[in-house]
Structures are given as C-alpha cells and as structure tokens.
C-alpha cells in the first residue's frame, strides 16, 4: 500500500522560512506527478507545487518565487523550502501523488485526481 508521510511544518513569524519533508520508501517518486497541496480553514485544499516524471515544476501564482519543490536524487523524498512564508500561507499541507506513472501534472489538477495522500503537516505564520 502506498503510504506518504509528512513532517516539518511548524509555528513561525512572517518572514520565516520552513522546510516540509515527504517519505515513502514503496516507490520512486521519480516516476510519478507529485504535487503538495495546502488546506486552510473554510477553503478545499489548493496546490501550490508539483513535480512531474521530468522533473518540470509548476506552482501556483501565490506562492511564485518564495516556494520550491524538490525530488531527492535517490527518488525516495520529496521537499518544499518554503521562504519569506506570509500570514496566508497558514494550512496543513499535504503532500500528493498521482495514481499512475506519467499522468498530467501541474497546479490546475483537482485534488480528486490524486490518488495518494499523507496526513499533512500543519504551517502556522504570524504576523
């Protein structure tokens, strides 16, 4: 079964930088759209980054410039260096993979069409 796990999320100042980790060891990530997405109260989750097989990357307008997503060389890890993070990037964020192996990837895909899930980890900015 497919599991993903999150961690580095955390209560920060404006400003602030964190950087989000997702782990699996059951397959490589380097094959598959990966995506991380954030959900904040009153809202559905929202993509802010994905990876696809080619390493190509796309995020979403909000999030331009400050946000990077990162495939590990050993394609066992997937990382987001969040920098100059903002009172509105609060959200627990998850991160996301595509049910099959060279599926369309950037921001615009529904969540729905992401078939593996973690549990998210939770980004707190004050100002």
């Known amino acids: 079964q497919v599991r993903l796990a999150e961690s580095g999320g955390g209560s920060v100042q404006t400003g602030a930088s964190l950087t989000l980790s997702c782990a699996h060891s059951?397959?490589?990530?380097?094959?598959?759209?990966m995506a991380w997405f954030r959900r904040v109260p009153g809202k559905g989750r929202e993509a802010v980054a994905t990876?696809?097989?080619?390493?190509?990357?796309n995020y979403a307008d909000s999030v331009k410039g400050r946000f990077t997503i990162v495939k590990g060389n050993a394609g066992s890890t997937l990382t987001l260096h969040t920098n100059g993070l903002k009172p509105e990037d609060t959200g627990l964020y998850y991160c996301?993979?595509?049910?099959?192996?060279?599926?369309?990837?950037?921001?615009?895909?529904?969540?729905?069409?992401?078939?593996?899930w973690g549990q998210g980890t939770q980004v707190t900015v004050s100002s």
């Open positions: 990876i696809d097989d080619t390493g190509a990357t």
């Open positions: 059951r397959f490589t990530y380097s094959a598959y759209c």
């Open positions: 996301a993979r595509r049910r099959f192996s060279g599926s369309r990837c950037s921001v615009r895909i529904v969540a729905s069409d992401f078939g593996y």
